[in-house]
């Protein structure tokens, strides 16, 4: 009779732990798992360019992927929301290739474009949770849709429309998500660098946040490269204030780990930039972490190094006067 018990015990444990596994063979089918604990939240709306606040600064923050904005600025995002200042974040990408995140959802090592699509969905989720905490509105949150990885691409041999790149993730080279800044954009630079140009004619910023172009992420170097060639393309009245944050360098920041007492110091070796501090209080940084917390897909993967982030202060290189872009035609080579 144990025996029995024992067996019918081995068999339930057996198919629970093939259950993820199996599901991943349904074609068209986007894994469940992906989405465990956000079921519940709608997918964020698309929503239009909102029209600028006179009399307050209009900070638009560019953010290669969903997270970029929290930890490269989330306490200054605080700090600007609560002095009344009007803050845009535009992600370039919906993060929708991160495999470790993938692969750990769904127990299934096989590279499904439904997977990746609704990881992409679910980066959005927690970015507008994110956000949220730190008093953006989600009407002041755009997604362009552009494929997770492929911004290099795009700002090379992708330039145009009659080339246009076919994400290895998703299997896309357009911007299908249902939620997408430009539901006619192609993949390519040229519709990306159109999509920025409008955004910015109409919100008019003040200050603009852009990736650091030594960042060692390639997406975010290309963030910038595409960021400069529209802003270039714009006729200012008065141009903004450029600051550049960074994300990806190495052994920075030290330590990998929550340390919110600790100053975050300049990263070493990376030119001579004119780095500078911004204070936060205590409210700032705690916000900070639960905006860090919300995007739950990234912390089981790479929770140590968000974490990280979260210090008393953030740091921005300035940037300034607007440089002269690449020709369109060559950005990323």
Known sequence: MKRTVRVRRGWVAGGVLLLPLALGFFPGLPHPFIHLFLWWVPVPPRVEVPAPLPGAERVLVIAPHPDDEVLGLGGTIVSLRREGHQVL????????ANQAAKKLF??????????????????????????????????AVLFLGYPDQGLTALAGKHWSRE????SPFTQANYAFYRNSFSSKA??????????????????????????????????????????????SSVDWVVRPELRLYLVHAPSWPSPRRLVPDRELSAPAGMGTWTWRSVPLDEEAVELKLQAVRAYSSQRVTNGRFLASFVRPNELYAAFAPLPVPLSPASPGR
């Open 186 to 231: 192609m993949y390519c630079g040229e519709d990306l660098v159109a999509d920025l140009a409008a955004i910015l004619r109409r919100f008019s910023p003040t200050v603009v946040y852009l990736p650091h172009p030594e960042d060692g992420h390639p997406d975010h170097r290309a963030a910038v490269q595409l960021g400069v060639v529209a802003l």
């Open 163 to 166: 080339a246009p790149y076919t």
């Open 106 to 139: 769904t127990v299934n090592p096989l590279r499904r474009a439904e997977d990746y699509r609704a990881l992409g969905y679910r980066r959005q989720k927690e970015a507008v949770a994110a956000l949220r905490l730190l008093g953006v509105p989600k009407n």
């Open 89 to 96: 974040v535009v992600f370039l990408t919906n993060g929708d």
